[in-house]
């Protein structure tokens, strides 16, 4: 009997810690474009990279009891040719005609300078995250040259841990937001343009 109810309460206990673990999430976000941008070029061609500058695809834990378990990540692979050909969407909304090699073009590099997400991982629970991306541009014309960085971030309350379609709706929505914020500075398709 004593064994019974001693096995029982391991069990429940066992359980309970598991329950406070978080599975490592493999998101595959869709960043978009969120605005129309205004056309001021003429068709000129203009080479268009997306390169990710990030030290580590992982964005970071999922907080919890056991945060290195808990591990949220986006790869490469997935993350940048989405980006290339939103870019290149842009590019072709401000009016120009993305190429991936033109002799004498002006160049735009965008780089994907970070991508995080943060949650407090002194609790048991997962209440908050604090996501966040930056974004870099490069625009090279002839001689000249303009740089930028663009960043936006989301402060999520959470009633229970969010699973992964909540985290990659999260991660879409905030690199949406810096991608757009990229296109939506004037000095970009001005100096594509001269």
């Known amino acids: ?19 406070c673990a978080h599975s ?14 205004a056309p001021v070029g003429r068709g000129q061609p203009v080479v268009v990279r997306v390169v990710d500058g990030r030290p580590s695809p992982t964005l970071g834990t999922r907080g919890g009891m056991y945060p290195e378990t808990s591990a949220i990540s986006v790869s490469s692979a997935d993350l940048i040719p989405k980006l290339q050909a939103q ?7 401000l ?7 033109a002799i004498n073009a002006p160049t735009l590099t965008v780089t994907l300078a970070e991508l995080k997400y943060q949650s407090p991982k002194d609790t048991m629970y997962v209440t908050e995250a604090t996501i966040g991306a930056t974004f870099r541009s490069d625009v090279k014309n002839g ?4 740089n ?25 929505d905030v690199l949406s937001d810096a991608l757009t914020r990229v296109f ?9 343009g001269e």
């Not at 009997?1 to 329950?19: A, E, H, P, Y």
């Not at 490592?24 to 869709?30: A, E, G, I, R």
């Not at 001689?143 to 303009?146: E, H, K, N, S």
């Open 1 to 19: 009997m004593l064994q019974r109810l001693l096995f029982g309460l391991i069990t429940v206990t066992s359980l309970t810690l598991v329950g």
């Open 24 to 37: 490592p999430q493999q998101l595959s976000p869709q960043p978009k474009l969120t605005t129309q941008l």
């Open 87 to 93: 870019a290149e969407a842009a590019v072709r909304l």
């Open 95 to 101: 009016g120009y005609t993305p190429t991936s090699n």
């Open 143 to 146: 001689g000249r040259t303009y």
């Open 148 to 172: 930028g960085r663009y960043g936006a971030s989301l402060d999520q309350r959470f009633g229970m841990a969010p699973n992964q379609e909540t985290n990659t709706k999260l991660v879409s």
């Open 184 to 192: 939506k500075d004037p000095s970009i398709g001005r100096l594509l």
